[in-house]
């Protein structure tokens, strides 16, 4: 069978976000590398893939597909029965990993994609950091770890007392968060927030994947 | 067994997002409105079931979920062989059905919605509409259209030649972009677009939910 392709990025979060599930599923694969400081994501042989022109897109077969949560969610359901399990072991269970991986998404994304972007991406490219961006976007994602913060004090993982694809999502954005924008207090002052983030960052499986986002 | 209790209210796009999803599942439910003018989904008693206080929850027996793309995805594996199949029938078509829900969440949701708030919702909270912040978020919606343009010229529906829920997630807000906004010439203006548009929009389910007054 032939390996999965990964067409992406060694720093970019999303692609880093597929990689690590493919180590939790104990699933082969092939790297492609789409060079973004060429604009390689942006070349019709690329776009040919996902017409977005955003990494990752993979190949599995006969499969194209783009878009990192869904991806995930395809390799942990194909893949249900090897490697770690993503997605609980009922359907309740299954639907509150989706509710976490939609908190993901939908309200932590935003805000820290937005700090980690004007941290470390805007002044590469040459621009100035927005210092009041950043502090609006450090305000609402408080608020989102102050809700995180209760619900990990009542459960040893976001969608239970199990890993799943809902903490996993969490993994890329937070390393940067903590490693190359210095905001490793918003983990670290709370409690429970701050012992959830130091189990999942501490799985091998993520820690082969982090080797590719040290930052200079 | 219980009838799923939608705590919402009708106008949401959210909630309406899910209650077309029951509709199209067949399935039977209590709506349980939620007072949003008068803050109710800010109330102790709301924010026990949905600490960030938005709509919809729903309860199914001992499950409470939120986050209306997740609740989606729930009903649609749930119910599956009741009513519309809305997850494709293979591992595959799951997965571009996943694909295109995560484009609709990531990409079209947020440059919608902020158009929608600018023209509908800050007026009526006595604001002026941000024409700049509008025409920036036309833009962003412009370039998603184009992509969607070239994929429904080869594709009846987002995921395949079957209707999902990645279609079924596009309703509530396109809605509001078409009849409320006076952004119905972004869909008419690509032919596969407006095609698609109006097919799903067609659709019994979405009608019973977009004809419930405020």
Request: charged share 25%.
């Amino acid at each position: 069978m032939a390996a999965i392709k990964v067409h992406g990025f060694h720093a970019s979060t999303a692609t880093n976000m597929v990689l690590c599930c493919l180590n939790e599923k104990q699933v082969e694969y092939d790297f492609v590398l789409i060079d973004l400081l060429t604009g390689a994501h942006k070349k019709p042989q690329y776009l040919a893939l996902n017409p977005f022109g955003v990494v990752p897109t993979i190949q599995d077969g006969d499969l194209t597909l783009f878009e990192s949560r869904a991806i995930l969610r395809y390799l942990a359901q194909k893949f249900k029965g090897q490697g770690t399990d993503l997605l609980g072991s009922t359907l309740s269970e299954e639907a509150l990993v989706y509710q976490w991986c939609e908190v993901e998404g939908q309200s932590f994304n935003p805000p820290v994609s937005t700090i980690v972007s004007q941290i470390l991406v805007v002044p590469r490219r040459g621009g100035s950091t927005d210092e009041a961006a950043v502090e609006m976007n450090i305000e609402k994602l408080g608020k989102v770890l102050d809700i995180y913060e209760e619900r990990l004090s009542k459960s040893k993982y976001l969608a239970g007392d199990f890993f799943s694809l809902a903490d996993l999502q969490h993994l890329p954005h937070t390393h940067y968060l903590i490693s190359a924008c210095g905001k490793g207090d918003l983990i670290s002052s709370r409690k429970h927030v701050n012992a959830w983030w130091e189990d999942i960052s501490s799985r091998p499986t993520w820690q082969k994947v982090a080797e590719n986002m040290k930052v200079n | 067994m219980a009838t799923i209790k939608v705590l919402g209210y009708p106008l949401s796009t959210a909630t309406r997002l899910v209650l077309c999803c029951l509709e199209e599942k067949q399935v039977d439910y209590e709506l349980v409105v939620v007072d949003a003018a008068a803050g109710a989904h800010k109330q102790p008693q709301y924010l026990a079931l949905n600490p960030f206080g938005l709509v919809p929850t729903i309860q199914d027996g001992d499950l409470t979920l939120f986050e209306s793309r997740a609740i989606v995805k729930y009903l649609a594996k749930k119910y599956k062989g009741q009513g519309t199949e809305l997850f494709g029938n293979s591992l595959s078509e799951e997965a571009l059905v996943e694909q295109w829900c995560e484009v609709e969440g990531q990409s079209y949701n947020s440059p919608a919605l902020t158009i929608l708030s600018q023209i509908l919702f800050v007026p009526k909270k006595g604001g002026t509409t941000d024409e700049a912040l509008v025409e920036m978020n036309v833009e962003k919606l412009v370039k998603v259209l184009d992509i969607y343009e070239e994929r429904l010229s080869k594709s009846k529906y987002l995921a395949g030649d079957f209707f999902s829920l990645a279609d079924l997630q596009h309703l509530p807000t396109t809605h509001y972009l078409v009849t409320d906004c006076g952004k119905g010439d972004l869909i008419s203006s690509r032919k596969h677009v407006k095609a698609w548009w109006e097919d799903i929009s067609c659709r019994p389910a979405w009608k019973k939910v977009s004809e419930k007054g405020p």
